[in-house]
Every structure is written in C-alpha cells, then in structure tokens.
C-alpha cells in the first residue's frame, strides 16, 4: 500500500472503494493462510516401520566396524541387500520430508505476510482517526469511524489466524524433527535425493 493515503478521497468515494482497499490489503492473505491451516499431515507409519526394520536386518547381517565404515565412508566389501533397499525406502522418505519443508516454509511466508497485512491495517486505520478532528461534515465523520470499526474487525481477524499460523508452524518443526531423526538412521543418509525414489519408481524391479 502507498505510503501516501488520501483518506479525505476515500471518505468521499462510494464505500465500495473501502471495502475493495479492504480486500487487497487482507482477503487474499487470510484466504491462503487457511488453506495452509487445512493441510493435513499424516505420517507413513508403514514406511517408518520398514526402515526400522531393514535397519535391524542391516546390524544382524553386518558386524558394528562394516556398519561403522559404510555409514562414515561407503566403504564395504560386498553390496549389502539391506543398503539396496534402504536407499529406496530413505529416498522416499526424503521425498515425504521435502513436501513438509515446502510447506513449513511456506507457512513461514504467510506469516510474514500477515505481519505486514496487520502494519498496514493499522497505519490506515492510523491515518483515519487522525483525520477525523480535521472533518467539518458528520456524513464524513460517522463514514470514517464505521471504517476504523471495519478496521478493527479486519485486525482481530488477521491476529487469530496469524497466532493459528504460529501453532500450525510448531507442529511443522516438530514434524520435521521426526523425520530428520529417522532419516539419521540410515546410513549415508545426506546422499539420498527425492530423485533417487522417483527413479526407482519408473523401474518394475524397484522393490
């Protein structure tokens, strides 16, 4: 919004001028940040359980020094079935993780959009209550307090799905946390690429 507000200009205009300031300052922000607030994570716990378990098979088959030096340096004498697999079942999970990064992050853009959703509203609002002393007619008057109380409402509005963007925001960090401990587990795991799985899936004999 410009930071020149003529807002003798708005208070004469028809009120649907307002409400169309009113809208591009914060309908489309509100609109997308509940979208977010609908997504719905569920973990793949079948997905989980299959790396606990091949990770365990892994351990079985090789001694503590094999595991040791495959997970720090790659190195190994034989090509282990359970590493095959665990790059396909890791790669898939990394590809889960960078779906919930995207929207981790994208909750934290709208929470700087609704920063500055509120910093506007309130400057407009700002600039209305100090013209008011200023008008001589009660039409332009009685106008200008109705859109600080439109105001208000946009800025209470705006203040609860910004604290409910917050909370969503956590809940997202502790999400990912999980699925940086998993992928932790396996070795080489800073190797995996999301392309690795989608790869695999063109091929029959990915699993």
Do not use: W
């Amino acid at each position: 919004m410009s930071m020149r507000i003529n807002i003798e200009n708005i208070l004469k205009s028809h009120k649907g001028v307002f409400d169309e300031i009113l809208n591009k300052l914060q309908t489309q922000t509100i609109h997308e940040a509940r979208e977010a607030l609908e997504h719905q994570h569920h973990f793949d716990n079948l997905l989980l359980e299959a790396i606990e378990l091949t990770l365990i098979k892994l351990h079985k088959e090789e001694n503590f020094v094999s595991c040791l030096l495959y997970r720090s340096f790659g190195i190994g004498k034989e090509k282990n079935k359970r590493r095959s697999q665990l790059i396909i079942l890791g790669s898939e999970l990394k590809l889960q993780q960078n779906k919930e990064q995207q929207h981790f992050n994208n909750l934290q853009h709208l929470q700087e959009r609704l920063t500055n959703t509120l910093k506007n509203l309130k400057r407009l609002q700002k600039a209305l209550k100090d013209k008011i002393r200023f008008l001589t007619s009660d039409l332009l008057q009685d106008r200008a307090y109705n859109y600080i109380q439109k105001i208000d409402k946009k800025i209470q509005e705006t203040l609860l799905v910004q604290k409910e963007i917050e909370r969503k925001k956590r809940e997202q960090e502790q999400i990912l946390k999980i699925y940086d401990k998993e992928l932790r587990k396996i070795p080489r795991y800073k190797e995996l690429r999301e392309e690795t799985y989608l790869a695999l899936l063109e091929s029959p004999k990915a699993y």
